[in-house]
């Protein structure tokens, strides 16, 4: 039988990949971190991570006894509550930035808190900037945002390529000045679209600033406008810009999920939930 203390530990270590990390989220010492994995270890006769200078990751065996892990604690937490006569509550805040924010993947959300007896699940949907200034003020648990150069931690959930798009049937022939379409400032994708432009000495000019993105994807489709987008989203109507039209390459995005730095944020669930989100998405990255 598996301690649950030793199995909270090897989560979060897992979660916050690293001794450090969890050991101020569950604040003890790194060395009673240690000491917890160590045991856990000796219970199951075989290592569970394998550590480097600077990270942690689960092995084969860890991956295994990691869903039996986050099971037994969800089962012990709603065991206690339901013999306590009250149903622990927990309310998670999430910001989904607009371009992901689709059917399927708010279906997958609201699957999860099915799954959770006590959990409710608040979204808020909006530009990327807005949903971190958000986390930051203590108004969201847990936000997605993508970034193609980002200092900023958190998990990472998948990367796929910032492609330029145009009009499916504009003229192979690149307009000049090129018309350019983003979100406003703040904004990822244009500040290494236009540093990206700049090394090229490409004429440009900004067309159309949205805080949509159907409204960015109907500039695109009608002509009006070339946007940076993840590859993702590249739909009906649109076509990506080849490298040989003159436009530079443009970098990879990460799209991480960002949580409070408050210990605490999003518990024990925040790993389980970064799987449904990937589910959801398909599995990218």
Not at 13 to 31: D, I, N
Not at 101 to 117: N, P
Not at 171 to 185: E, I, K, V
Request: with cysteine; charged share 20%.
């Amino acid at each position: 039988m598996f301690d649950s203390v030793l199995l909270r530990t090897f989560v979060t270590v897992a979660q916050e990949q690293g001794f450090t990390r969890a050991a101020e989220k569950l604040s003890l010492t790194q060395s009673a971190i240690s000491t917890h994995l160590r045991r856990l270890e000796e219970q199951v006769g075989k290592p569970l991570l394998t550590r480097t200078t600077r990270s942690v990751a689960l092995t084969a065996d860890g991956e295994i006894l990691m869903s039996y892990a986050r099971a037994i604690l969800n089962l012990n937490r709603d065991a206690a509550a339901r013999l306590s006569g009250q149903p622990a509550q927990q309310t998670l805040r999430i910001g989904l930035p607009e371009d992901f924010a689709g059917a399927r993947l708010i279906a997958s959300l609201q699957q999860f808190a099915e799954r959770h007896a006590g959990l409710t699940l608040e979204m808020e949907v909006g530009l990327q900037a807005e949903l971190l200034q958000a986390l930051d003020e203590g108004r969201l648990d847990l936000a997605i945002g993508g970034h193609c150069h980002s200092k900023r931690r958190g998990k990472l959930l998948w990367r796929e390529p910032l492609v330029w798009v145009f009009a499916e049937q504009a003229s192979l022939l690149l307009p000049s000045p090129l018309p350019l379409a983003f979100f406003p400032d703040p904004c990822p994708y244009r500040e290494v679209a236009l540093a990206a432009l700049a090394k090229t000495g490409a004429a440009h000019r900004i067309a159309l600033r949205c805080s949509s993105v159907a409204g960015m994807i109907a500039a695109a489709r009608a002509g009006f406008a070339i946007a940076a987008i993840p590859a993702s989203q590249v739909r009906s109507g649109l076509r990506r810009i080849k490298p040989e039209q003159g436009l530079p390459a443009l970098p990879d995005v990460e799209f991480m999920l960002f949580s409070r730095t408050q210990a605490g944020a999003g518990g024990d669930l925040t790993g389980e939930l970064v799987e449904a989100m990937l589910a959801a998405m398909g599995g990218a990255g």
